[in-house]
């Protein structure tokens, strides 16, 4: 059977915010967009909401790119997790990673990424359009469905960042 993983339907999601002010809350006990892991990039002009979360890399560059080993793979479980006790906030992993789902809080001076909040993902609970979803990919076919959207939510991002114009 295969691991659980955050699945992100971007023709899901309306931009609400409601998994990135619950992350914050549940990780900072703040609601702040700032101290969230996963946060939405939007483009109001198409009505487009672009969930940014952790991939969970299998071969996580991030972990690669951390010269302290703050950030570790559990095998069991596949989450990418943060010793924030060991990282400098050299910000490495902030810029390797392909989705720019880590980020550096700017207070505590270390990274900032999500964990799946141990494999019960409080964002996915309050995703009422089901654009956030934690589920068992055991299937070849689900997992290509999943690698399409992964493609497609990173042409929006690009498009995004350029105006428009992918």
Do not use: H
Not at 17 to 34: N, P, Q, W
Not at 45 to 57: D, H, K, N, T
Not at 154 to 166: D, P
Request: aromatic fraction near 6%.
């Amino acid at each position: 059977m295969g691991r659980k993983t955050l699945f992100v339907d971007i023709n899901r999601c309306t931009g609400c915010d409601l998994c990135a002010l619950t992350c914050s809350f549940v990780k900072e006990k703040t609601y702040s967009y700032g101290k969230s892991r996963v946060w939405v990039v939007k483009d109001e002009s198409r009505a487009l909401g672009i969930p940014v979360v952790c991939e969970q890399c299998e071969d996580a560059p991030c972990v690669a790119a951390c010269p302290t080993k703050a950030l570790v793979k559990e095998i069991e479980t596949g989450i990418v997790k943060l010793n924030g006790d060991r990282c400098i906030g050299c910000k490495e992993c902030m810029w390797i990673c392909p989705f720019g789902a880590i980020l550096i809080d700017p207070k505590k001076g270390v990274a900032i990424k999500c964990d799946l909040c141990d494999g019960d993902p409080a964002c996915v609970k309050v995703c009422y359009p089901r654009a956030l979803q934690y589920l068992r990919l055991d299937r070849p076919s689900e997992l290509m469905k999943r690698q399409k959207l992964v493609e497609k939510r990173l042409r929006a991002l690009a498009s995004v960042a350029l105006g428009g114009v992918v």
